[in-house]
């Protein structure tokens, strides 16, 4: 099973029954089994079973209602993907997969958008190798609009010359672009042709190739739509805060009537044949760090190999306990960064290994570390505590997933796919049973079956000078329609039943109770941080962050990964505290070790020498990304010598100089008591929780705090540009803005309207997106935003765009163009309305989670609002007009003092390069 679909989906397969999902196998300890078999039946027991009808056309349709949440989400899942494409036409599923936002005869473009920005809703789909699915978010008393749209859309989309098609195909070109200067990226594209031969349905990329993409006709694109879309090719999964007796009713109406369709034949996989080495592709890369993808052919989400397939994922790479983790990153220190991913799906897929190398390491030894550890797990079996830690890790990872009603749906409707509108809850029932069964020489039985160094497919992308490192391994991506933020704030809840008090010691602690669930998250935050932060030493925040978890009081850096990690929770640290997510048995166990790695840390030589090391490496990729080198110079641009100019990873230069006393001196006198806020949000009794962390922080002592008053940086009075030509780049990434304003700033709730007119409104409703993206197909990413950055000290206005060469010079214009225009005329009152409408009804997707309520309590605390500022929201929000939109775009807006960052392949006068000459 794909981890990214096993992350997601986690949740529905609590559905599974106790009495079998919980039986562990007798290899385990007998302590360890009772606790992961109780588990099991605390995760078994949380949930009801979905209702699941077949209408007569053939639509599977899965109703899961959830008492009293206050969001409900739709999808609709197709079964059809990348795998049912033509070789000489691929990407057809993710080009039509955006086409079916664009209307009907009834839904004129920007409709879908429009409706769902006005019932505050959200909107997106993706596309894999074996589905394509949309799904829309709302509130719990307006969702069911979203049911009128993909009804519509199932059979009514138009798809023709004239309609939208040649501005999207832009968008689409720009995704693929996007993806060529984006790390990992190219790799996965390479190692498909080497794991699945030419004629397999996984041979290609799923977002396609350039030239398939720029070639597809919209009669090529209509076929394809009307080969799959049908009932009898979907599922409708419901989830959330409905009645399913007045939905279901509702469901026969609008989808009843379409009719169903004879459909085309699956293809076939077909086998790779027999190797005797392994297969390889080397190629140079962009960026400035070697990579290693390391590929095995597997096979099927059906197969009880799957299971033992994610287990070896999470015994690999899942955290700082697993192999590949101690033995590349720590003993060897020849990587930065080691991730293993599970990607199975209806036809046989495949087992990935991504390695980054740090500066100098050689590649061949790398290469033998890896196969070692695969032939290692063939060879000897497993530990009874790793087998258990992997499946601990899993149950937990159900009861955290079952917070989210968004993963729910997706979990439904990916099984959903798998069991061509079968029954996905026993799908993850079976899943769950052979996850529990599973015994170490079942894990060294499949490593032997499949990890055979001869069946390897290996992609190296090697820098010219080979050997740096950089940012983290990513899954293997799906693709989607479009990224955009979510909207602020709470619908009808409120935080004002949160309790705060000041410890002695000068700690903040704010408690919010919520029993539905057996969870606990925690958030600790340092003040200024950043601020604090010495110039010849920035960086030195980064790395004390890394360095935190790495050994505190008497423990190890590895013992302390080990105990969380045997819980199944989470804890993680970085330049300015800590998150923490544990089931609320473990709760005391994780208080206790995140205070003692925020304040006694130990800072070892061989753990500082490493994250160093590492931290210099990422630096140097961070330098070969074109959209990051765009971002870091327009902060340095805008903010001057203040610290938020300045990376936050610091320089090669300063954190070269830094040592291990620098760390220790640096948490001394930043890391105090009297500058943390800790917020604990969950299922415990807030009066003895308060107890529980006034004794483990009682030794914490107050430090006397350097005054951090970083002067605000000036304002620009003069359009400043500046253009970094990069040959290597796909794109050119364009930043536009100037200085910003605070979180308190009265104008706040009326620039966060204009932000929703102007560059960040759902889908393509706001101007940018609708001109530049969806209009013109200009890009596949533009936004732009003041109020997104403000906090405590002023944030930027900051437009981006990632977009085509020979286009710099038209979206530079348009962005000032669109600028101009907001000052020197009202929005329309529609505009208005419609923003005001989102913002306001949108308000319950932060907190759906525990860990979003904590968040809204902590940046409530750090920005002085208030337990109540979500009533403020409220009345400011609805207040403003389209006159106030104007006035304060007049105020905060200046298209005479832009900054403008653009980094691609251009030259200092923002004229395309020119392609290199291929050799013959």
């Known amino acids: 099973m794909s981890l990214r679909l096993f992350a997601a989906a986690v949740a529905a397969a609590l559905l599974s029954s106790p009495a079998t999902a919980a039986d562990p196998p007798a290899s385990v300890p007998p302590s360890r089994a009772a606790a992961d078999a109780a588990l099991a039946r605390t995760a078994a027991a949380m949930l009801g079973g979905a209702r699941t009808v077949t209408l007569p056309n053939g639509l599977r349709v899965y109703l899961y209602p959830i008492a009293n949440s206050p969001l409900v989400t739709t999808m609709v899942a197709y079964r059809v993907g990348s795998a049912d494409e033509e070789p000489d036409q691929t990407g057809l599923s993710h080009y039509l997969e955006h086409l079916l936002f664009k209307g009907t005869d009834k839904l004129v473009p920007g409709d879908v958008d429009r409706a769902t920005q006005r019932n505050g809703g959200a909107n997106n789909a993706y596309t894999s190798e074996d589905m394509t699915v949309y799904h829309f978010d709302f509130a719990a008393d307006r969702w069911e609009i979203a049911l009128r749209i993909e009804a519509d859309r199932m059979r009514n989309?138009?798809?023709?010359?004239k309609h939208e098609f040649a501005q999207e195909k832009g968008a689409v070109v720009a995704e693929l672009a996007q993806g060529e200067d984006s790390p990992w990226g190219i790799e996965f594209k390479r190692i498909l042709a080497l794991l699945f031969p030419v004629g397999s349905p996984y041979h290609h990329p799923v977002i396609g190739t350039e030239a398939h993409v720029r070639?597809?006709?919209?009669?090529?694109?209509?076929?394809?739509?009307?080969k799959w879309y049908h009932p009898n090719n979907a599922s409708l999964v419901i989830v959330g805060g409905f009645d399913p007796a007045k939905a279901e009713p509702l469901v026969r109406e609008l989808f009843g009537t379409i009719p169903r369709q004879d459909l085309p034949a699956r293809k076939p996989a077909v086998a790779r044949p027999a190797r005797t080495e392994p297969a390889r592709v080397e190629f140079p890369s962009k960026f400035d760090v070697p990579r290693l993808l390391?590929?095995?052919?597997?096979?099927?989400?059906?197969?009880?190999?799957?299971?033992?397939l994610d287990v070896i994922s999470r015994v690999l790479s899942d955290g700082k306990t697993s192999r590949l983790y101690k033995r590349l990153v720590e003993d060897e220190r020849v990587a930065a960064e080691v991730d293993t991913g599970n990607y199975t799906g209806k036809l046989p897929g495949w087992f990935a290994v991504n390695v980054e190398l740090l500066q100098g390491k050689a590649r061949a030894k790398t290469e033998a570390l890896v196969f070692a550890e695969l032939e290692k797990l063939a060879k000897e079996p497993v530990s009874d505590a790793e087998l258990s830690r992997a499946r601990r890790k899993i149950l937990a990872g159900f009861v955290f997933g079952r917070e989210s009603v968004h993963n729910l749906a997706d979990t439904l409707a990916r099984a959903s796919v798998y069991t061509d509108g079968g029954d996905?809850?026993?799908?993850?029932?079976?899943?769950?049973?052979?996850?529990?069964?599973?015994?170490?020489?079942?894990i060294q039985k499949v490593a032997a079956k499949y990890f055979a160094r001869a069946n390897a497919s290996i992609v190296w992308s090697v820098p010219p000078a080979d050997g740096k490192a950089g940012s983290a391994p990513a899954a293997r991506p799906t693709t989607g329609r479009h990224a955009r933020q979510e909207a602020p704030g709470g619908g009808g809840f409120t935080l004002t039943a949160a309790k705060k008090t000041v410890l002695p010691n000068g700690l903040t602690l704010i408690l919010m109770e919520d029993h539905r669930l057996p969870i606990v998250v925690a958030r600790a935050a340092v003040k200024d941080v950043t601020l604090r932060e010495p110039a010849d030493k920035a960086g030195i925040a980064t790395l004390v962050g890394d360095l935190l978890e790495e050994g505190a009081a008497a423990r190890t850096g590895e013992q302390i990964a080990t105990l969380i990690a045997d819980t199944g929770g989470s804890l993680s640290f970085g330049s300015d505290g800590a998150s923490l997510r544990m089931l609320a048995p473990d709760a005391d166990l994780g208080l206790k070790l995140m205070f003692e790695c925020l304040t006694k840390p130990t800072f070892p030589q061989d753990a500082f020498d490493r994250q160093k090391e590492n931290q210099l490496s990422t630096i140097a990729d961070s330098e070969t990304q074109p959209k990051v080198k765009a971002r870091q110079l327009f902060n340095k641009l805008v903010y001057a010598d203040h610290p938020y100019g300045r990376p936050g990873l610091g320089t090669k230069a300063t954190v070269g100089k830094l040592t291990q006393a620098d760390v220790k001196a640096f948490h001394a006198t930043t890391f105090a008591p009297n500058a943390t806020v800790v917020?604990?949000?969950?299922?415990?009794?807030?009066?003895?929780?308060?107890?529980?962390?006034?004794?483990?922080?009682?030794?914490?002592?107050?430090?006397?705090?350097?005054?951090?008053?970083?002067?605000?940086?000036?304002?620009?009075?003069?359009?400043?540009?500046?253009?970094?030509?990069?040959?290597?780049?796909?794109?050119?990434?364009?930043?536009?803005?100037h200085l910003g304003v605070t979180r308190q700033h009265p104008d706040y709730y009326k620039l966060l309207v204009m932000d929703n007119v102007?560059?960040?409104?759902?889908?393509?409703?706001?101007?940018?997106?609708?001109?530049?993206?969806?209009?013109?197909?200009?890009?596949?990413?533009?936004?732009?935003?003041?109020?997104?950055?403000?906090?405590?000290?002023?944030?930027?206005?900051?437009?981006?765009?990632?977009?085509?060469?020979?286009?710099?010079?038209?979206?530079?214009?348009?962005?000032?163009?669109?600028?101009?225009?907001?000052?020197?005329?009202?929005?329309?009152?529609?505009?208005?309305?419609?923003?005001?409408?989102?913002?306001?009804?949108?308000?319950?997707?932060?907190?759906?989670?525990?860990?979003?309520?904590?968040?809204?309590l902590l940046s409530a605390e750090q920005l002085g609002l208030g337990f109540d500022f979500l009533d403020k929201?409220?009345?400011?929000?609805?207040?403003?007009?389209?006159?106030?939109?104007?006035?304060?775009?007049?105020?905060?807006?200046?298209?005479?003092?832009?900054?403008?960052?653009?980094?691609g392949p251009i030259d200092p006068n923002g004229a395309p390069l020119a392609a290199p000459k291929k050799k013959k």
């Open 294 to 308: 390391m590929g095995y052919n597997t096979t099927t989400v059906h197969d009880a190999d799957d299971a033992a």
């Open 873 to 903: 929201y409220r009345k400011e929000v609805e207040a403003v007009t389209a006159a106030d939109v104007q006035d304060v775009a007049r105020r905060h807006l200046d298209p005479r003092g832009l900054t403008i960052v653009a980094v």
């Open 157 to 161: 989309t138009r798809i023709d010359e």
């Open 215 to 226: 070639g597809a006709t919209a009669e090529i694109i209509k076929r394809h739509y009307d």
């Open 758 to 856: 102007l560059g960040v409104g759902p889908g393509f409703t706001d101007r940018l997106s609708s001109t530049l993206r969806d209009r013109q197909g200009l890009a596949y990413t533009v936004n732009a935003s003041i109020a997104g950055s403000a906090g405590n000290q002023p944030g930027t206005f900051t437009g981006y765009i990632g977009t085509f060469p020979d286009k710099f010079v038209l979206v530079r214009d348009s962005f000032v163009k669109e600028i101009t225009r907001i000052r020197d005329e009202p929005p329309t009152a529609q505009e208005v309305d419609d923003a005001k409408k989102y913002l306001l009804g949108s308000l319950p997707f932060r907190f759906g989670t525990l860990s979003g309520v904590a968040g809204q």
């Open 679 to 737: 917020v604990v949000a969950g299922d415990f009794k807030a009066d003895e929780m308060a107890k529980r962390v006034e004794a483990l922080t009682k030794d914490w002592k107050k430090v006397d705090l350097v005054p951090a008053d970083a002067a605000a940086p000036a304002k620009g009075t003069a359009v400043t540009e500046r253009i970094v030509s990069d040959k290597s780049a796909a794109q050119v990434h364009v930043y536009v803005g």
């Open 424 to 442: 996905a809850v026993a799908f993850y029932q079976t899943y769950l049973n052979r996850v529990a069964a599973l015994t170490p020489a079942d």
